[in-house]
């Protein structure tokens, strides 16, 4: 998704632990898109990047009357990975390489920008005809420096294929990288983890190992070594041990991590380890030289 608001690094309340387990909790603020709310956990002051990650959204969970949704025009992107996933709703994938995806709650877009790539995310008019709701994350990958000019590329990975396992009662699904015994079919640059766990109260989930390691609570309440983590909160976890985590009440959570890739320069769309390249980004969206979205050729956000 394009980075609708004005800036990519957004201020937020932190809270540094003196804990060995967690090395700072991120409390994301809402930001209103005219009764569309976003709550940008990554990039922000306190924390850049988390492994591989550098740009995490919750977006909604938001109720559509007739007639309205999520319309976002084609846009561009370099140097990065778009990771799309639903809980609730569904979203419709153009890009300028020919894809059309419809992406439904489980499944996985991944989308490799590479040297640059341009892509419109809309909701059908099936869809907008009638009341509805859109709840999910939307996040990018830093691609590493020999990956960043690499040809686009897309890939859709259905709700079915994506592994799941059970880890003592905790139901947990891999949807990119290996823990827990299986390993996801996303394909990767780097090493890179991403799953999904739900949690009932009481329940215990020992965290995977990793460069670097952070929690999302998307609902419900959980405790590490005695500190008490809320909802809607990202915990950036110390990894020279393994972090255990128990659930005070029925959780949803998303775990993220991997390699450290280095300092990265974000500005708009664009990812990279050169600003250079970055400007000239610009300059190429503002003369319109990225190629047209198949099939939503029309429209364009504007360069801010």
């Known amino acids: ?108 877009n991944l989308m490799v920008a590479g040297r640059g790539v341009t892509h419109s995310e809309r909701e059908r008019p099936e869809i907008t005809a009638r009341e509805h709701r859109l709840h999910g994350l939307q996040l990018w990958l830093a691609l590493p420096e020999q990956y960043e000019q690499t040809e686009p590329a897309f890939y859709h990975i259905p709700s079915t294929d994506i592994p799941s396992a059970n880890v003592n009662g905790v139901s947990v699904r891999v949807m990119i990288g290996q823990a827990y015994g299986v390993k996801s079919p996303v394909p990767t640059l780097s090493e890179t983890l991403y799953v999904e766990a739900r949690l009932g109260s009481g329940q215990e989930l020992t965290l995977p190992t990793t460069d670097e390691l952070a929690v999302y609570i998307v609902s419900g309440r959980l405790n590490s070594e005695g500190k008490e983590l809320v909802a809607r909160t990202l915990v950036v976890l110390k990894t020279e041990e393994q972090p255990v985590i128990t659930a005070q009440e029925p959780s949803h959570i998303v775990i993220i991590g991997g390699n450290v890739l280095g300092n990265r320069f974000i500005n708009w769309n664009f990812v990279s380890s050169d600003k250079e390249r970055i400007e000239q980004a610009r300059k190429d969206w503002q003369n319109q030289r990225f190629n047209k979205v198949v099939g939503d050729e029309d429209e364009f956000i504007p360069l801010p």
Not at 6 to 35: K, M, T, W
Not at 93 to 104: L, T, V
């Open 1 to 108: 998704m394009s980075n609708i608001l004005n800036n990519a690094e957004q201020g937020c309340d932190s809270h540094e632990q003196p804990s060995s387990a967690i090395e700072v909790i991120i409390e994301p603020r809402d930001s209103d898109l005219g009764g569309f709310y976003v709550r940008r956990a990554l990039p922000t002051r306190q924390k850049r990047m988390v492994g591989p990650w550098i740009f995490f959204d919750e977006m909604g969970p938001a109720d559509f009357p007739p007639g309205e949704g999520v319309n976002v025009a084609p846009h561009p992107h370099i140097g990065l990975s778009t990771v799309t996933y639903l809980f609730d709703g569904e979203m419709l994938h153009r890009d300028s390489i020919g894809s059309y995806q419809i992406i439904k709650p489980g499944d996985i």
